[in-house]
């Protein structure tokens, strides 16, 4: 079945980086397109980047600039590399796929941004 696994996040001081993971299994990892989600306490879950199977990409307005989203088609893993953190990114991960037009979902990991 299709598993997604993300890792990386934690506690970070305003102007710092982070980096998070997503380990996939299930899928045809170089054929699918793949993107971070985040919700935050009390809204919805909004994109925050996409990448699609050729390498290319698409920000959030919220996070151009400072974060970039990649793929490593050897190790079947999407990354997020966040810098210049701003309290607004607290929230919670969530890597995404579809397959066969169904979307799966990893547990999510938190990201804090505090002082």
């Known amino acids: 079945q299709v598993q997604l696994v993300e890792s990386g996040g934690g506690l970070v001081q305003p102007g710092g980086s982070l980096r998070l993971s997503c380990a996939t299994s299930?899928?045809?990892?170089?054929?699918?397109?793949m993107s971070w989600y985040r919700q935050a306490p009390g809204t919805e879950r909004e994109l925050v980047a996409v990448i699609s199977s050729s390498g290319n990409t698409i920000y959030a307005a919220s996070v151009k600039g400072r974060f970039t989203i990649s793929r490593d088609n050897i190790k079947n893993t999407v990354n997020l590399q966040m810098n210049s953190l701003k309290s607004e990114d607290t929230a919670v991960y969530y890597c995404?796929?579809?397959?066969?037009?169904?979307?799966?979902w990893g547990q999510g990991t938190q990201v804090t941004v505090s002082s």
């Open positions: 995404n796929t579809r397959r066969n037009g169904v979307a799966y």
């Open positions: 299930g899928i045809i990892f170089s054929a699918n397109a």
